[in-house]
């Protein structure tokens, strides 16, 4: 009896030992499935933090307001609003464009994200 | 103030981050002459929406592209915007700015391309350098 409670003892813990190889590499292609996490937030820029009057991160282009759409950055920008115009559709038809909302920019240089100074160019348009 | 009669209104989406209707520029999309006077921006094919009804939060955004081609020149004149409690700063000058542009509709069939970029005006327009956030602060 007592040679038999070792015996399946010995059987568990070499059954159990016995599964570990299995185990492991189980384990392993988990966390190979797992997809990489950015762990220092993405390379995208930051939006300007305050909000305008529709709740929107989007500063208007004006002689005394900030220029740029994104935040912890240095670099050259460019603004431009209140465009007008004109041009045509598709089917003949002389359409205007522009309003004192058409308004662009663009920026260029170093910004902050990602926990790192990263480089780039971009506009609002 | 958006216009009554306004029945296109092309940009891109707004970023998860609440980036808004910014999209990086290609290589080679922002040329800037030897003294700093001139910037000329110019992208093919950018992907917008048309959002018609824009800023209604229940305006349909229906898939568009968009070309353009923008130029910025220096009139001089200096312009210097800083505000501390908003951590940025900005110095540069007034500038003229014109453009042209295209942009297609295609599950509506639309399509619609301005006039020469000579005839465009704009009342407010500005080039320089900035800094702001952590840079302000450093």
């Given at each position: 009896m007592n040679s038999l409670i070792q015996t399946r003892r010995e059987a568990l813990k070499s059954g159990g030992l016995a599964l570990l190889p299995l185990l492991i590499p189980r384990a392993?292609?988990?966390?190979?499935?797992?997809?990489?996490?950015?762990?220092?937030?993405?390379?995208?820029?930051?939006?300007?933090?305050w909000l305008d009057k529709n709740g929107s991160h989007n500063?208007?282009?004006?002689?005394?307001?900030?220029?740029?759409?994104?935040?912890?950055?240095?670099?050259?920008?460019a603004r431009s609003s209140?465009?007008?115009?004109?041009?045509?559709?598709?089917?003949g038809?002389?359409?205007?464009?522009?309003?004192?909302?058409?308004?662009?920019?663009?920026?260029?240089?170093?910004?902050w994200a990602a926990r790192a100074a990263q480089k780039g160019t971009f506009t609002h348009i | 103030m958006v216009p009554a009669n306004q029945i296109h209104d092309c940009h891109p989406p707004i970023a998860p981050s609440g980036l808004y209707w910014v999209v990086p520029v290609p290589e080679g999309g922002l040329i800037v002459s030897a003294d700093g006077n001139t910037m000329t921006l110019e992208m093919r094919d950018v992907p917008v929406?048309?959002?018609?009804?824009?800023?209604?939060?229940d305006s349909?955004?229906?898939?568009?592209?968009?070309?353009?081609?923008?130029?910025?020149?220096?009139?001089?004149?200096?312009?210097?915007?800083?505000?501390?409690?908003?951590?940025?700063?900005?110095?540069?000058?007034?500038?003229?700015?014109?453009?042209?542009a295209q942009i297609e509709?295609?599950?509506?069939?639309?399509?619609?391309?301005?006039?020469?970029?000579?005839?465009?005006?704009?009342?407010?327009a500005m080039m320089g350098e900035e800094v702001n956030g952590r840079y302000y602060d450093m």
């Open positions: 392993s292609l988990a966390f190979d499935d797992q997809t990489p996490m950015t762990a220092n937030g993405g390379s995208d820029p930051y939006p300007i933090p500063q208007a282009a004006s002689f005394n307001l900030e220029p740029s759409h994104i935040y912890h950055f240095k670099g050259r920008v209140t465009f007008t115009g004109m041009g045509t559709d598709n089917h038809n002389r359409i205007p464009f522009g309003s004192p909302t058409t308004d662009y920019g663009v920026m260029q240089g170093e910004y | 929406v048309d959002q018609p009804r824009w800023p209604a939060l349909v955004a229906t898939p568009a592209r968009m070309s353009f081609k923008m130029v910025w020149k220096s009139t001089g004149e200096p312009v210097k915007i800083e505000d501390a409690a908003k951590h940025f700063g900005f110095t540069g000058t007034k500038a003229l700015c014109q453009m042209e509709v295609p599950s509506i069939g639309f399509s619609w391309k301005s006039d020469p970029m000579n005839t465009s005006k704009c009342d407010v």
